[in-house]
């Protein structure tokens, strides 16, 4: 339907804009990496989200950014269907205060 397309096309726009702050902003770099891998795994590239989102995490963990990082790990774990860190990941949402992230995790 239209508002898929729609969706699409504003998603790829986004996409863009998250990127090119990326370039210019060493910050930017996690988020950017999150939402690439995301939406890489929603199109059906599991092999590429999963490295995406890898070296989010890394980047995340060098940058110093816990909830960039944390979010990167549950994504990582949604996309391999491995709930084996999980109770570790909604820990470190605990700490950090993140309610609405722990009312999302599955």
């Known amino acids: 339907p ?3 397309r729609d ?3 504003i998603r790829k726009i986004a996409l863009k804009a998250l990127e090119n702050f990326a370039r210019t902003q060493t910050l930017g770099r996690p988020l950017n990496l999150l939402w690439t891998g995301v939406f890489a795994a929603e199109n059906g590239n599991q092999k590429k989200a999963e490295k995406i989102l890898r070296q989010g995490i890394d980047v995340a963990e060098e940058l110093k950014m816990p909830y960039e990082k944390n979010r990167m790990r549950y994504e990582l774990a949604q996309l ?3 709930n084996t860190d999980m109770g570790e990941i909604k820990q470190e ?3 950090m205060g993140c309610v609405y992230d722990l009312t999302n995790i599955t």
């Open 2 to 4: 239209r508002h898929d």
């Open 7 to 9: 969706f699409t096309r």
């Open 80 to 82: 391999m269907q491995d």
């Open 93 to 95: 949402f605990e700490r």
